[in-house]
């Protein structure tokens, strides 16, 4: 676990480090990336970082398309843990949110994730994961939480 200074939410925002960890992600590297960028959360606040190990699909090349995201390559392949390591020591902001390349999550998912660390007591929160079974369900009217109810621990 990482310690930081509390977090005072009752003014503005805090910032967000948004981690994604990659391995042979090209197939869906792109929406992931879109659904980044339809986030709700403030630009300047949310430092989007995805980390790279060893592909073999050209996942790094169409993440170094995108301006807006800091790409972490490594060509040799470390596993998932160790690059998720590496890409915290270059996390440069209050709040570090973890997601798979494969998660769609919903545009107020970051903003129910840092509200609770407004509570003293709270070290880390998840969000509730829904397989999706088909492209039908990817639609916007059809997904009504991929990841919206927090849990606090």
Known sequence: MIFRDKINLSGELPSVSFIVPCY?????IES??????????PAEKL???????GPTDGSDALVSK???IKLMHQSMRRGKST?????VKEAKREIIIFSDANTILQKNAVREIVKYYAYEKV???SGEK???????????ERVKVCIGNMNRY
Request: charged share 30%; glycine share 2%.
């Open 66 to 68: 995108h301006n807006n």
């Open 83 to 87: 690059a998720e390591n590496r890409s």
């Open 47 to 53: 430092e989007i970082i995805f980390i790279t190990d």
């Open 130 to 140: 829904r397989i999706l079974q088909d492209e039908k369900e990817m639609q916007p």
């Open 123 to 125: 070290g880390a929160v």
């Open 24 to 28: 042979n992600e090209a197939a869906i």
């Open 32 to 41: 992931k990336i879109k659904n980044c960028s339809e986030l709700d959360y």
